[in-house]
Each structure stands twice: as C-alpha cells, then as structure tokens.
C-alpha cells in the first residue's frame, strides 16, 4: 500500500484571534505613548494627573467660568453695545434700579415692575413645585420600594418623562390644555363646557406647576427610591418586633434615615425651580399677562427680546438671582447638618 504522507496543517489566522486586539490597541497607542512617556518623565506622575484634567478645565473655563466673568462685569455697565470695550461703566446703577422700590409688596411701586412681579411669581412656583414634587416623588418612591408586580416597568414609566426635552414637554401640554385641545375635547365630550386652562391667570399657574412636577419627578423619585434601598432591612424588622405599625415604622425609621436623600433632593429640586423658563416659557409664553413669567424669562426678555435689549439690566438681575440661591443653598446645607447633628 501507498503511504500518504502526512499534511501539516497551518492555522487559519483571523483578526478573531485573542491577540489582534491587543495588537492593533499597542499598534495605535504607539504615537501617543512617544507623547505622554517623554511628558511624564518630564513632570513627574504626581503632576500627569493636572495634564489628563486640563482638557476639561479648558472647556469648564471657556464656556462657564468666562461667560460668568463677562456677565458680572456686564452689570455694572450700560448701553445696548454687545462688545464689553463699548459698553459705558455705570456702577451700581442697574442694582438700584433692580432694587429700588417703594413697597415690595407691590410690584407696581417699584421702578422695575415686571422684576418684582416675576420675583413673586417665582417665590410662588417654587413653594408649590418643590412641596408637590417632594411629596409626590416621596410617595412614589415608596410605593416603588415595594414588591409589587412589574416594578422595573413602572420604574422606567415614572423616569420617562425626564428623557423628554422641556421644551417637547411644554408643547405636548400645551397641545392638550388649549382650547381647542385634548381636555378641552373630554370635557365637551361629558357634557361640560370649554375651559380657558391658558388664558385665566389662576388655571396658568396651576398647570405650569402640574406640568413642572409631572415632567421631573421621575428624577427625584429614583433618588428617593436609593436612599430608601440603603436602609437596612433589620431595622424595620427590629421596629416590627417592637410593634410598631406601618405608619411608626415610616416615621422612627425610613423618614429620620432618609433625610440626608432628602436634603440633596430639596437642594437639587430648589434650585432647578427658581431657573425655571423653558417648560414654563413653551406652555404659556409668560402670560397671560405676567401671570407666569419668572425670573430667567424677565433676564431673557430684558436681554435679547426687548426694544432696548439692556444687557446690563438683564446680567445685575442674573447676579442678584446667584446671589440668592447661594444664599439658599448655603442656609439648606447648614440646616442639614444641624438636623444630623441633633439625630
């Protein structure tokens, strides 16, 4: 018999291979590590991490810290010239007539009228939004702790509104509260007659607020929902064993050991409250009237949709607007840890 000899086999490589990868990753690393070997030796490691951050520092500088700088100087100046060497140093001026006013009760005696009526319909709006968001987000969150079926689902149907874009938000709502809308459209359907949602000052209000908390509370919900999960299981079993019912058991356990979530969540949600304008903006345009025009819409329209376009009014209202919810800020953090120093 004839003996075939044996065929050595080669392996077909591919680019499947375990080590093509890492091939092709040294292979373009290459150019970069001839840049960063050299740079590191040079600075030292300690030092590289100041270069990994400068990108982002460069990025925050320019578009957040600069423009703050030029709105700063901005108030103090006056003219409708955009460039800041045209711009006439006014001093103090824009604050005094920002802050001048004769009662600030009523908006009417004051210099700057339309301000101080935006500043008490944003101290309105934020008192009702932030108290119907905390309750409503807390509610939720707790009934999202629970075992209920379909949980992830619900989750994500709550979160949902967040995705959407404010503006998308405000349109949507708008479409329905018209009157010719969707509700509008309901209420005929049972009888009832046509509602002016957008033109009666009280019901614009209303529904700038419903349409805020509906729009972000999915947010707050999952940050409650968190600090709910990192309650330990043991305490409540501990508070059963000592008889305590559901409510005992909310009040002596989930609501003292959820307050640090809940300071970050009145924090967060006090100040997206007080800049509100897109949502708000989109839904009603600031009326009817100056029934929901707020503080950023007033910098807005002062700045770029007015005859005048003052600038220097529009940047000292937005300083005066920093200034207090620092203020804020500061005073809700310092109450916060005076709470956890007492618990």
């Known amino acids: 018999m004839t003996t075939i000899p044996a065929t050595k086999v080669i392996p077909y490589r591919t680019n499947r291979e375990p080590g093509f990868l890492a091939r092709m990753l040294e292979h373009l690393m290459h150019p970069v590590d001839e840049i960063i070997i050299p740079l590191q030796r040079a600075l030292g490691t300690r030092r590289m991490a100041y270069f990994f951050v400068l990108p982002n520092l460069l990025i925050f ?9 030029l709105n700063f100087y901005y108030s103090f100046t006056g003219s409708t010239a955009l460039q800041p060497s045209e711009r006439p140093w006014v001093g ?14 009523n908006p009417v ?13 944003t101290g309105g709006f934020v008192f009702f939004q932030v108290s ?7 509610v939720t969150a707790l009934a999202l702790n629970r075992q209920i079926k379909g949980r992830g689902f619900f989750r994500s149907v709550f979160f949902y509104p967040v995705l959407l874009s404010p503006v998308v938000v405000g349109l949507i709502w708008k479409w329905i509260l018209q009157r010719d809308g969707v509700l509008n459209a309901g209420i005929v359907a049972l009888g009832g ?9 009280n019901w614009s209000r209303f ?30 079993e501990a ?15 989930t609501f ?4 640090p979530t809940m300071l970050v969540v009145v924090v967060l949600s006090l100040i997206r409250a007080v800049q509100v304008f897109d949502q708000a903006f989109a839904l009603t345009g600031g009326g009817p009237g100056t029934a929901t025009t707020y503080i950023v819409q007033y910098i807005y329209n002062t700045g770029f949709t007015s005859t005048s376009r003052e600038a220097g009014l529009a940047a000292a209202a937005s300083v005066v607007l920093g200034g207090a919810l620092l203020i804020l800020t500061v005073a809700q953090l310092k109450l916060g840890r005076r709470t956890e120093a007492n618990h």
Request: negative net charge; charged residues 15%; hydrophobic residues 50%.
């Open 61 to 69: 500088g320019i578009f957040i810290l600069l423009p703050m700088a």
């Open 92 to 105: 103090t001026d824009n604050f005094s007539r920002l802050l001048n006013c004769g009662d600030y009760g």
């Open 109 to 121: 005696t004051c210099d700057e009228d339309i301000f101080w009526r935006a500043v008490w319909n």
């Open 132 to 138: 119907g968001m905390i309750v409503f987000a807390l």
């Open 193 to 201: 007659e046509q509602m002016n949602f957008l033109v009666d000052p």
């Open 207 to 236: 529904w700038v607020i419903v349409v805020s908390i509906w729009a972000q509370m999915g947010f707050y919900t999952l940050i409650l929902l968190a600090g709910l999960q990192s309650i330990p299981h043991e305490y409540y």
């Open 239 to 253: 508070a059963h064993i000592d008889g305590a019912d559901t409510w005992n058991r909310f009040r002596f356990v």
């Open 256 to 259: 003292p050991l959820l307050m």
